[in-house]
């Protein structure tokens, strides 16, 4: 059974800094992309990286420069790491993939920037 879990989110100031990951089980994380994505309140879903099998990387504009998505294959684990975060920053993270033709999310993780 395919399954991704986020943590590490919470509360931090603007500047700070946060490292999200991604636990997955089910399947073989190195033979899959990986993608982080972000739901601010009263938003719709939006795009904000994916590592491809070969570990290529992407980002959305908004977040170029400061994020960086990686994995860690003998883990099975994604990871985002955010620095120098801003307000609009705030949202609830989650990791997807696509296993066999279906897509798989997690449940997300709640990050808020906030003096």
């Known amino acids: 059974q395919v399954q991704l879990v986020e943590s590490g989110g919470g509360l931090v100031q603007p500047g700070g800094s946060l490292r999200l990951s991604c636990a997955t089980s089910g399947f073989t994380i190195s033979n899959y992309y990986m993608t982080w994505y972000r739901q601010a309140p009263g938003n719709q879903r939006d795009f904000v990286a994916i590592i491809t099998i070969r570990n290529n990387t992407n980002y959305a504009d908004s977040v170029k420069g400061r994020f960086t998505i990686s994995r860690d294959n003998a883990k099975n684990t994604a990871y985002l790491q955010m620095n120098s975060l801003k307000p609009q920053d705030t949202a609830v993270y989650y990791c997807?993939?696509?296993?066999?033709?279906?897509?798989?999310w997690g449940k997300g993780t709640l990050v808020t920037v906030s003096a």
């Open positions: 997807g993939t696509n296993v066999g033709g279906r897509p798989y």
